[in-house]
């Protein structure tokens, strides 16, 4: 299974962009990059997905290196409604259907 | 759309018994997985279900067990509670396996006694 690795925690000022990185070195070329946040006792929210190419919603940009062992989740204007853990998520592609593995996660402080 | 209900969202029971958790996915989506989320575990996948089939296990014991109805709502049952259990059940749907996101429910927190 490809594996994520996280920082454990940071911290961002409330309207600075918040970048969160993620290295996914093991990632297979079939498998995609997907992160999640989850805020303090509630069920984990979809942010955004990716393949190879650099994507952008409503809600953040996730921009995924050439060679795909590394991304960052971008909050172009974090705010203190951001605070959260942030989960960076490789698809495991088993024989018939899929497995979602969550790690640590970050955990984001949007300070005022 | 209605996002994913679960129920009940509390629970408090002793060593030893056994819960019952439902779980109703939003609206035409098929597939239903179940995480447990402990502070020192995380988040742990628990098992996935696709048309009344479960298609992935993670690993649990075999106390952990669920099953999916034809209109796509969940159960998990715990048997022979410990104390270990207490957690927070997470329920998570999505249209079908493989590239679809997930969308979580509030879960329901158990807690044993």
């Known amino acids: 299974d490809a594996k994520t690795t996280q920082p454990p925690s940071m911290d961002c000022a409330e309207g600075r962009a918040a970048n969160l990185p993620c290295n996914h070195s093991?990632?297979?070329?079939?498998?995609?990059v997907y992160w999640y946040r989850q805020i303090h006792s509630q069920g984990p929210q979809y942010i955004i997905h990716?393949?190879?190419n650099n994507e952008t919603n409503e809600m953040a940009s996730l921009i995924i290196t050439e060679d795909r062992k590394s991304s960052t989740l971008i909050l172009p204007h974090a705010t203190l409604r951001d605070t959260a853990v942030y989960y960076c998520?490789?698809?495991?592609?088993?024989?018939?259907?899929?497995?979602?593995?969550f790690g640590p996660g970050t955990s984001l402080s949007v300070i005022p | 759309k209605a996002g994913v209900t679960q129920t009940p969202r509390y629970l408090i029971k002793t060593r030893g018994q056994q819960v019952t958790l439902s779980c109703s996915p939003i609206?035409?989506?098929?597939?239903v997985s179940w995480y447990q989320q402990t502070p020192g575990q995380g988040l742990q996948f628990l098992f996935e279900y696709f048309s009344e089939t479960q298609r992935n296990k993670g690993n649990f014991p075999g106390r952990f067990s669920g099953r999916q109805f034809s209109n796509s709502r969940s159960e998990m049952n715990v048997s022979t509670l410990e104390l270990g259990d207490s957690a927070l059940y997470l329920c998570a749907s999505r249209l079908g396996t493989g590239g679809y996101e997930q969308y979580f429910g509030p879960g329901t927190r158990l807690t044993v006694t």
């Open positions: 609206s035409g989506h098929r597939s």
């Open positions: 990716g393949l190879k």
């Open positions: 093991t990632i297979s070329g079939n498998e995609y």
């Open positions: 998520i490789v698809r495991v592609s088993g024989t018939s259907y899929d497995k979602v593995i």
